[in-house]
């Protein structure tokens, strides 16, 4: 021998489980294995072999003792060293063959690789070739349930072998097989033995343990025979060191692990999906009702607010609006108590763009035999500048018809239409109002309908003076409406007015609105509809993330064999961590597509129903990234769950 270090130098191992009463399984194991040995242990059911070859593989951690591996003790190693020594150093057989069983043979045999980082390429020729060494080289794509038990033994051989295992280690490997496939996988390990790989081999059965040149024979935890073949006590096979071969290391190689990582749990957060549609929708649903809704709610209300915007520009904009009668008080006398004085000293305010008095008066017109009843409105011509209107035929009301008190009027197109049926344009025509003649001088622009049905087009438009002269009566009026050179100046315009008015009434018998104010008014209660869609959207958010988590914590629990599967191969706590993860982001970001899809639908169907409807592409994405983070932030406690668990016990479970 060499004076290099034994691969395994046991020293008093214990092993003591606390769970069912304390049960001693191993008592004081001291040996030494060496590189390129072929050893068995053998003993009776319950003995502790498998419990030995947990510890050897570094699955398990003794209770006392000291493990060293090559002259590292195991005892002083994290789990993340423990998980590399088990994904490069040592290779795992076990009885149950232990294959993932959504996983391709392919797929299996690549799992060790992914987790020492080799790129994809490199897995899947390395996969392919090693099955078809094993004679599977057509099985490449057949799941373990599609394999017979000899050739699920060989996948796992291969997937022993994928990262150039210099150790492997076989629990009970032939115990499930028939006699053909058994000797078929111990011929296999000889070669590999051959090949100057450690070969250790638990087994209840002698014809197995005959195999093997050493044989440590254990009993109520102890070694009670350790062995050698008399025809083999020359020599073990060449020693080769632990560390793989240039050519067969996938490190060499090494490339996207973070991001393979990422898309192999896709992969299998996918497959898994795949297998239960109906427990899958269930998953879904909360998250994708949440982001539907959201979405739904945003366009509508955006939509309504986008109307009402657009209603207040009809108005017009920079608008302030004088009404007599104190804020909340509605008596007879504060009615009156706006008069065309107040108007004509409000008109020499500065930053005012036009300013005219308003009276109107729901009456009857009469043109020939047809009388028609509208709203007639008694103004000055700054009116048009206010309100936006223009005359589109004829022209408009002029300074000179005010000052003159002619009995002109301009109408509006509904009223137009209605009262002179017979000609599009009745300029010059005579209708009568409260038995009064008056002439047509134009016709308005046209303004259409508000989503209300109210014809913006049914009105009349006189100048004041010939109002209050001939059908009025008393000179009070309904409103100043004041159009504000710039909006900054809306506020100081405002109180400006009112401390004018405040100076001539001496008492508030007047109010004044604000179209901006208004306007900030309704963008205020936007924002509380929007905090509250943003509150319902959080909480359906926050029910699907934890029927998420819950659906996860429960795939976790039956995921449990897979999990063991995996750190036996080599993946660290971290990689689980990030499958699960994954998983769940997988899970969310798949429900948020779908709720984006179905809101994007319930606001279009909505918007053919006459609702006003604004599809914007933000809330979509922002929904979507909330059911992302839902995915992010609920897919914690699974995958830590999942990563926590030992490897062990998980292997052991059902
Ligand atoms: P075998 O030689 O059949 O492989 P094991 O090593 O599996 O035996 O078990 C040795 C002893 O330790 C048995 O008595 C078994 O019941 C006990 N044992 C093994 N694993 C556990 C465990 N996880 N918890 C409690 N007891 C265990
Ligand atoms: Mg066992």
Known sequence: MTDAPPLFRLRGISRRFTTTGGVLALDGISLDIHHGEMIAITGASGSGKSTLMNILGCLDRPSGGQCLIDGHDTGAMGPDELAALRNRLFGFIFQRYNLLPDATAAENVELPALYAGAPARWRRTRAAELLARLGLGDRLHHRPSELSGGQQQRVSIARALV????????????????????????????????????????????QVAARARRRIHIADGKVVADEVSSADLSSHPPSRPTTPTPDADPVAH????????????????LRSLRRDPFRTLLTLVGVMIGVASVIAMLAVGEGGREATLARLEKMGTNLLIVRPGAPGVRSAADLTSLTIDDVQAIRDIEGLTAVSPVRTLRTTLRAGAIDYVTTVHAAWPDIAVVRNWRAVAGGFI????????????????????????????PTGRLLVIRNMPFQVIGILNTRGADQWGNDHDDLALIPLSAG??????KPYLNSVMVKVDHAEGMTAAAADI?????????????????????????????????????????????????GVMNIMLVGVTERTREIGIRMATGARRRDVLTQFNVEAVVVC??????????????????????????????????????????????????????????????????
């Open 398 to 425: 002029s300074a000179e018809d005010v000052a003159e008190y002619r009995a002109v009027v301009v109408l509006g197109r509904t009223v137009a239409r209605n009262l002179f049926p017979d000609t599009p344009d």
């Open 589 to 654: 970001g798949l429900g948020g597509i779908i709720g984006v899809a179905l809101g994007t639908g319930a606001a279009l169907i909505l918007a053919r129903n006459g609702f006003d409807v604004v599809i914007r592409p933000g809330p979509a994405v922002a929904a979507f990234g909330c059911a992302f983070l839902t995915g992010v932030i609920f897919g914690w406690l699974p995958a830590r769950k999942a990563a926590g668990m030992d490897p062990v016990s998980a292997l052991a479970a059902e």
């Open 163 to 206: 990262n150039d295992a210099r150790v492997i280690l076989a629990d009970e490997p032939t115990g499930a097989l028939d006699a053909a496939s058994g000797e078929d996988v111990l011929r296999q390990l000889e070669e590999l033995n051959r090949d100057g790989r450690t070969i250790i081999i638990v087994t209840h059965d002698p």
């Open 254 to 269: 090494h490339g996207h692990r973070r991001l393979d990582m990422f898309a192999a749990a896709a992969r299998t957060a």
């Open 468 to 473: 209050f002269m001939r059908i009025l009566g």
């Open 498 to 546: 009112d401390q004018l008015m405040m100076a001539r009434h001496g008492i508030r018998n007047f109010q004044i609105t604000d179209s901006a104010a208004a306007q900030q008014a309704l963008s205020e209660s936007q924002r509380s509809f929007a905090m509250l869609l943003g509150a319902v959207a959080a909480i359906s958010l926050l029910v699907g993330g934890i």
